[in-house]
């Protein structure tokens, strides 16, 4: 199945200049969306992955079933003030201001194995600090998968050194 095909383009969203990738249209086909979340855990099946991760909110459609077919527990990285217990906490730069993403505490152990899966790659801004969160808690990142990679951006650029995968490349 194409599955760039699915997603549809959307000019001037959320502002002007920017042409966004919908991810919906691919959501709302179950076999697309099916053929997505495998070619997302393909790559590491067989591996040793005790964590995989995801960036707010759109990280987590894909990433919770990735989890389950890698027979991993889930971990969400979510924006400030969304997680109930104690967290760590880091700040990245945009093209137009600063961001901020939060992981509990005590949600990887040291030396556990974290695959961070995301919707989209852009710049790799939120995946890098994403990155940040997992190594602070000592996690070691076997990988970094996203359904759509936006090459123009470079984003790719920002991880040096990870092992980046995507499944659709614009």
């Given at each position: 199945?194409?599955?760039?095909?699915?997603?549809?383009?959307?000019?001037?969203?959320?502002?002007?200049?920017?042409?966004?990738?919908d991810l919906t249209t691919l959501l709302k086909d179950a076999q697309a969306f099916h053929e997505a979340v495998d070619a997302l855990a393909e790559p590491f099946?067989?591996?040793p992955i005790d964590v995989v991760a995801a960036i707010e909110s759109r990280g987590f459609i894909f990433a919770a079933p990735v989890a389950y077919l890698l027979g991993a527990a889930f971990v969400p990285i979510r924006?400030?003030?969304?997680?109930?217990?104690?967290?760590?906490?880091?700040?990245y730069t945009l093209e137009y201001g600063v961001n901020t993403l939060e992981i509990h505490r005590d949600a990887i152990r040291p030396g556990q194995r974290v695959l961070l899966v995301d919707d989209l790659l852009a710049?790799?801004?939120?995946?890098?600090?994403a990155v940040q969160l997992i190594e602070r808690l000592q996690g070691h990142v076997v990988g970094i998968a996203f359904l759509v990679s936006l090459t123009s951006l470079k984003g790719v650029e920002n991880l040096p050194g990870y092992r980046v995968f995507s499944v659709i490349d614009f």
């Open positions: 199945m194409d599955l760039a095909s699915l997603i549809r383009d959307v000019p001037d969203f959320p502002v002007k200049g920017v042409l966004f990738k099946r067989g591996e924006k400030p003030g969304k997680l109930p217990a104690e967290t760590v906490r880091v700040d710049t790799g801004g939120s995946a890098k600090a």
